[in-house]
């Protein structure tokens, strides 16, 4: 067994009896997850695969998704276009919030809160709903390499319960921000959030961001590579929730979570990782998650300012 390996192993022995957190509880779908689960997933860039733990159990993608909907975003309309409709700014506000939306403010504040990803997925090129739908989830099948599908009592809990969200949609279409197919968006928005993943397949995910938007397993291209960068950036400074600064800090790699538990963050040119966990801290994090990526951060110098480990710690480590 590899050394690589061997520290994920100790490091899921380690964190496992953690039973700090909550569960997701503002809708039954989310309630219904085992705390007891906990997986750790990476995906090189050049293709291996490590993992340890509970990295076969499906699960909504929920907040994870923006990321995704944003690249589909910046292929349709352009770096330009779009960030004149949704902005790049952390707020520091809860992910929810609504306090920044008035007249003054000419668009959300960025894709990772929820009127940002509303805004971003309403974008989202098509001749009606179905093709909308169909685009994004050819979308994610680049991404995962293998079909994909969406778990219909959550997207129905959501849909029905999801009265915050639709009150910022409301407001959005206010101020101008939105067009008038505010259902349609909001459907969408509701349906990206309940597409089933494994934490497996948020590392591939994560790794053919870090590899140029060429997904590792299949080879396939899932995003132009022209606007990978522009993923990375809003990932780094918006991905995690109100704890994107400290992310930043301690961390130092472009992530995102969300309040099924898992976490996806992208070593450039490395690799994807992928930790799974949903009891959550008062951030909306996976606890678990956060103690992992700390961990492997330090042990293998990923953070982005990390002069002193050289450049590609994790391959070297792994192909010595
Ligand atoms: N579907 C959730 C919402 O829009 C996403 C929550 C999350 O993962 O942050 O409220």
């Given at each position: 067994m590899s050394q690589f390996q061997r520290f994920l192993e100790a490091l899921h022995e380690k964190y496992?009896?953690?039973?700090?957190g909550t569960l997701?509880?503002?809708?039954p779908e989310l309630t219904?997850?085992?705390?007891?689960w906990f997986g750790i997933s990476v995906v090189t860039v050049d293709g291996q695969t490590y993992q340890v733990g509970t990295v076969d159990q499906t699960f909504t993608i929920q907040s994870i998704s923006k990321v995704f909907a944003y690249g589909m975003g910046l292929e349709d309309h352009g770096r330009e276009a779009l960030l004149h409709k949704v902005g790049v700014e952390p707020t520091?506000?809860?992910?929810?919030?609504?306090?920044?939306?008035?007249?003054?403010?000419?668009?959300?504040?960025?894709?990772?809160i929820n009127a940002g990803a509303i805004a971003t997925t309403s974008l989202i090129?098509?001749?009606d709903p179905t093709e909308r739908l169909n685009r994004l989830m050819a979308m994610f099948r680049r991404y995962i390499g293998h079909d994909v599908f969406i778990d219909i009592s959550t997207f129905m809990s959501e849909r029905s319960t999801g009265h915050r969200n639709r009150a910022i949609a409301h407001l959005m279409l206010n101020f101008g921000?939105?067009?008038?197919?505010i259902e349609a968006a909001l459907d969408l928005y509701f349906q990206q959030c309940s597409l089933l993943v494994d934490c497996h397949d948020l590392a591939l995910m994560a790794a053919t961001l870090a590899n140029r938007?060429?997904?590792?397993?299949?080879?396939?291209?899932?995003?132009?590579?022209?606007?990978v960068r522009d993923i990375l950036s809003v990932m780094y400074t918006c991905?995690?929730?109100?704890?994107a600064g400290e992310w930043a800090y301690r961390v130092g790699i472009p992530a995102k979570s969300g309040v099924s538990g898992g976490i996806l963050a992208v070593v450039p040119n490395q690799a994807g990782i992928a930790v799974f966990s949903p009891l959550l801290d008062k951030n909306g994090n996976s606890i678990r998650g956060l103690r992992v990526f700390e961990a492997l951060s330090q042990k293998y110098g990923?953070?982005?300012?990390?002069?002193?480990?050289?450049?590609c710690s994790l391959l070297t480590a792994l192909n010595e």
């Open positions: 496992q009896p953690l039973a700090e997701a509880s503002y809708i219904k997850a085992d705390p007891g520091g506000d809860p992910f929810n919030s609504l306090i920044r939306l008035d007249e003054d403010s000419k668009r959300p504040d960025n894709p990772m090129k098509g001749a921000m939105l067009n008038g197919a938007g060429i997904n590792p397993a299949t080879g396939e291209q899932a995003v132009n590579p022209d606007y991905g995690m929730y109100n704890f990923f953070h982005l300012f990390d002069l002193s480990m050289g450049k």
